[in-house]
């Protein structure tokens, strides 16, 4: 297996700890378990797997879950040319092949069969099967296989199964708090901490609008947009409502009133 390397290198992804996220993704690599992730809109999931797929130097396969996403998208399927027909490996399958991280995103998004091929993976077995090709693949000690979905958005009919969900090692992420979150808006947005700590402090106000029919709340990654536009020299108000108040609701009402909040941190 690969060496954990402590020092951070110039082309590591920006990634601020919460909590032992990284022990408990490292234990579970090293004991070749799965881990799920939970967590809201914007929270740093898919920047977590990034950061640790470059500290543990593996390749990273990731994969945008959709409705339509099947298990020969995941696997790979046999493709017609000028040449004749070919195999071509699908994403999980070249991760399996390379020792690497395949890490599934919004996985409850996906179509159920995909289960079928993700639960050999996911328990001691350790394997993939190509029904198509006729192989079965051992995953190396240094395959990963990461999930994550946002609970919020769960409903009967998307959910993910018990006899799924407790072949992983879970881990569930929040919102940072407060200082992270303005360290984490200062150094992706590219701006002072002043100007950090004033988004931050609307997010936290927003977040606390429950009055409202709000689906989510302010994720950092629109507080980091909003603080890039403002640092940029964009009105802080028309950055607000571009890249805040828009974004979280459709409803006209709903929007003045977040905007009303704006114009007490930003009038």
Known sequence: MNAISTAPRPDEPFYQPQDNEQAMFEQAWHHGMPVLIKGPTGCGKTRFVQYMAHRLKLPLYTVACHDDLSAADLVGRHLIGAQGTWWQDGPLTRAVREGGICYLDEVVEARQDTAVVLHPLADDRRQLYLERTGEVLQAPPSFMLVVSYNPGYQNLLKGMKPSTRQRFVAMRFGYPAIADEERIVAREAGVDMALAAQVVRLGQALRRLDQHD??????TRLLIFTARMIG????????CLGCLAEPLSDDPQTVAALMDVVDVHFG
């Open 214 to 219: 709000l689906e989510e709340v302010a994720s």
């Open 232 to 239: 940029a020299g964009m009105d802080p108000r028309q950055a």
